[in-house]
């Protein structure tokens, strides 16, 4: 069953389109700023334009939550273990319903779970794959408190429970201790939807365990790493390179958490053109 994705198209172009898969808790237009230093720099090293592409996840921005039956099965729990492969497909839906049998995937956060699985399910629709700040493990018990803010998020109706993401802590990057990323992400988390809020968590929370997919990637892979992320920095994401093997290349980003795509938009725009160069020369 496909799930409803809003498209946020950035550029258009010809060729293999970049899909850009957002975090958790904001959407899309996460990846504009880098978008667009991406396009840049394309320019610059006399790439022929191709599509961006910045959608928002099913729960996101302006893509509905799916509905219970959307999602597929419920745990007890109230996680739903279907939902993450019906999104991935989904989003090859999208891609083929616009002529492409390829993209350049890259997701950040909830958005590597997504790739990750995407390139799972259906490797053949992926020329290259970028995971930044993520991880391919489940949460296991773990992850209880995801299901602790999709019920607050619900209970409450609000995205009150999912704002502490919009305030730094002690040990946080330069940029995210800043007014203007501050005030950023404070306006995007409360454009959110709180039952997509919700939904997100619970589809998180199910998914399948990916742990042993990254090695198995057979294509240019990106790896990018906030050195101040809590929990996907450089001594899980370089050992996750490795294993990937010679087909991947690690960014380590210094003074950056974990939204790095956001914090420092230009080094991952560098990482993101390079594998789309990687791409182009693999089909070449």
């Known amino acids: 069953m496909t799930l409803t994705i809003h498209n946020r198209i950035l550029r258009e172009g010809e060729g293999t389109p970049l899909v850009l898969v957002n975090a958790y808790p904001v959407d899309g237009r996460m990846w504009i700023e880098c978008a667009k230093r991406i396009a840049a720099l394309a320019d610059e090293q006399g790439f022929e334009p191709f599509p961006i592409w910045?959608?928002?996840?099913?729960?996101?921005?302006?893509?509905?939550?799916?509905?219970d039956k959307e999602s597929g099965r419920r745990a007890e729990n109230g996680s739903y273990p279907d939902a993450l492969d019906r999104m991935a497909e989904s989003y090859v839906d999208l891609i083929r319903a616009a002529g492409h049998?390829?993209?350049?995937?890259?997701?950040?956060?909830?958005?590597?779970?997504?790739?990750?699985?995407?390139?799972?399910?259906?490797?053949?629709?992926?020329?290259?794959?970028?995971?930044?700040?993520?991880m391919a493990s489940s949460d296991g018990i773990g992850g209880e408190p995801r299901?602790?803010?999709?019920d607050a998020c619900e209970a409450t109706n609000s995205v009150e429970p999912?704002?502490?993401?919009?305030?730094?802590?002690?040990?946080?990057?330069?940029?995210?201790?800043?007014?203007?990323?501050?005030?950023?992400?404070?306006?995007?988390?409360?454009?959110?939807n709180p039952a997509g809020?919700?939904?997100?968590?619970?589809?998180?929370?199910?998914?399948?365990e990916l742990a042993g997919v990254p090695e198995t990637m057979d294509v240019p892979v990106a790896v990018v790493s906030g050195e101040?992320?809590?929990?996907?920095?450089p001594s899980v994401m370089g050992p996750l390179a490795e294993r990937i093997g010679a087909n991947a290349v690690f960014t380590p980003i210094p003074d950056c958490g974990h939204f790095s795509a956001v914090e420092h938009p230009d080094t991952v725009a560098r990482a993101l053109v390079d594998l789309v160069r990687r791409a182009n020369e693999e089909r070449a």
């Open 54 to 67: 910045a959608p928002d996840m099913p729960g996101s921005g302006e893509s509905p939550a799916p509905s």
């Open 101 to 134: 049998d390829r993209a350049v995937w890259a997701g950040l956060s909830m958005g590597g779970y997504l790739v990750t699985d995407l390139y799972r399910l259906h490797p053949e629709a992926v020329a290259a794959i970028a995971l930044c700040d993520t």
């Open 147 to 150: 299901l602790k803010t999709s």
């Open 162 to 192: 999912v704002m502490h993401f919009a305030k730094p802590a002690e040990g946080d990057s330069t940029v995210k201790k800043s007014q203007p990323f501050i005030d950023q992400m404070t306006a995007w988390i409360n454009d959110q």
């Open 197 to 208: 809020l919700a939904w997100r968590q619970r589809m998180t929370y199910g998914r399948t």
């Open 228 to 233: 101040l992320d809590p929990t996907s920095n």
